[in-house]
Nanobody
Framework: QVQLVESGGGSVQSGGSLRLSCAVS????????MGWFRQVPGKEREGVAA???????YYPNSVNGRFTISQDNAKNTLYLQMNRLKPEDTAMYYC????????????????WGQGTQVTVSS
């Protein structure tokens, strides 16, 4: 079965950087969308980056220019490089996958990791 396992979260000061990783296994689909989401208690899960099987990438305005999504197909790993972090980036971060092209909405994704916490202090 499909498994997604995130790592790389932690605590960092405002302006710092973190790189999240998501190890993907048993995901055989050639047409897909993979994404990163974040969630804080009491709020909806928010998409922060998506990458599609044709190589196209999408970011919402809130993170555009600061976050970079990438994938290493040889390692079956998805990454999220986060630079110039702000306290408002504090959240649980999740990677997700779906076996077709979908919008960056949590309700559209089928497979999820367990999450990794990112805390940015001012």
């Amino acid at each position: 079965q499909v498994q997604l396992v995130e790592s790389g979260g932690g605590s960092v000061q405002s302006g710092g950087s973190l790189r999240l990783s998501c190890a993907v296994s048993s995901f055989p689909y050639k047409r897909y969308c993979m994404g990163w989401f974040r969630q804080v208690p009491g709020k909806e899960r928010e998409g922060v980056a998506a990458i599609y099987s044709d190589g196209s990438i999408y970011y919402p305005n809130s993170v555009n220019g600061r976050f970079t999504i990438s994938q290493d197909n040889a390692k079956n790993t998805l990454y999220l490089q986060m630079n110039r972090l702000k306290p408002e980036d504090t959240a649980m971060y999740y990677c997700a996958a779906h076996p077709s092209w979908v919008r960056l909405r949590s309700t559209d994704f089928t497979y999820w990791g367990q999450g990794t916490q990112v805390t940015v202090s001012s």
